[in-house]
C-alpha cells in the first residue's frame, strides 16, 4: 500500500479502558471507509514540537476494518510522555487529529495454516483485538489462535470482558490474560512461561516442535526475550513477527 496522505480525524468518543488506559475513536470524514489491515497502525501528528518528526507518535488500530470511516485507538497515558500527556490532557471529543495511515505490515497471512501465537503486554493487545475479531467476523478457517497478553495486575486488564466472550464464541481461541504483580484465579508472573509450556504440551513431550507462527508486540525488553526464547525452543526467526512500540 503506498504511503498515505495526511488526513484530518476528529474525535468522536473518549472511554477510559482502565485507571491509566483510554480509547479513542477517530472519524476520517474525507474518506467514505477508513480502509486497513487488521494489525496496522496510525501515526498521529501531536502539536508538541517544532520539528514534525518529533510531533510524530503511533498507534495500532484496535478497532477491525468495518467499512466505516471511523477507527479505534487504545492509548496508555505514560508518566511524563509528551504525546500521551497532550492525548489525555488536550484531545476531547470534537478535536482535531492529524493523521497519516494506515502504515506497517505487522498483518495477519493469507491463510492461517499454523497455529497462533499472539504474545502482548498493555497496549500491545491493541493489533491482536482486531484480528481475532476480524476472523471471526469473517469465519476465517484457523488452526488455533493463544493471545497470551501481560499486564501488572487485575486494574490493567484491557478489554478482558469482551476476550472472555470472545473466547466462548470462537472455536480455537485460548485467552491467557496474566499478572506479574498480583495473584489471581488466572495466570502469574510473566508470559514468558506461558506461551512455553503452550508449545511444550502441545509438542506432547516429543522433540519435535508443532508448526506454529509467533506475533509480538509491545516494547522492546518483551519483544527481545520472547523472540529469543521462542528461538531456543526451535523454531526459526522466520517463525516470529513483530511490532516494537520502543
Ligand atoms: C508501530 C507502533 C504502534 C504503537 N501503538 C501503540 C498503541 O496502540 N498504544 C499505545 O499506548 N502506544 C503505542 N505505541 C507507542 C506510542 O507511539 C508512543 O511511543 C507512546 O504513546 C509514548 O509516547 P509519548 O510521547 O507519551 O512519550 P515520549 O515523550 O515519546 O517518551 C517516552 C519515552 O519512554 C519510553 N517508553 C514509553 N513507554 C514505555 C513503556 N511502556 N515501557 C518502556 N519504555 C517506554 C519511550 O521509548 C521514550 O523513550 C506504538 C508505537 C509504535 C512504533
Redesign the pocket.
Known sequence: MPLQPWRKGTVTRIEEETWN?RRFWVKVAEVDSFDFLPGQ?VTLDLP?HEKPNRRW????I?SWPDGTNEFE??????D??????YLFNEVSVGSELMLRGPQ?V?TLPPALEQELYFICT???I??FRSMLHHIERHNIPHRGLNLIFGTRSKRDLLYFDELRALEERLPDFRFYPTLSREEWEGCCGYVHPVYEERIRARAHGLDTKHPAHFYLCG?K?MVDEAKERIIKLGYDKKDVTL????
Open positions: 488506559t497502525f508538541i507518535r503511533s498507534y495500532s484496535a485507538l487504545l492509548i496508555v497515558l505514560l511524563g510522555g509528551l504525546g500521551t500527556t506497517g505487522f498493555g497496549t500491545g491493541a493489533p516494547w525488553a511490532e516494537l512500540y520502543g
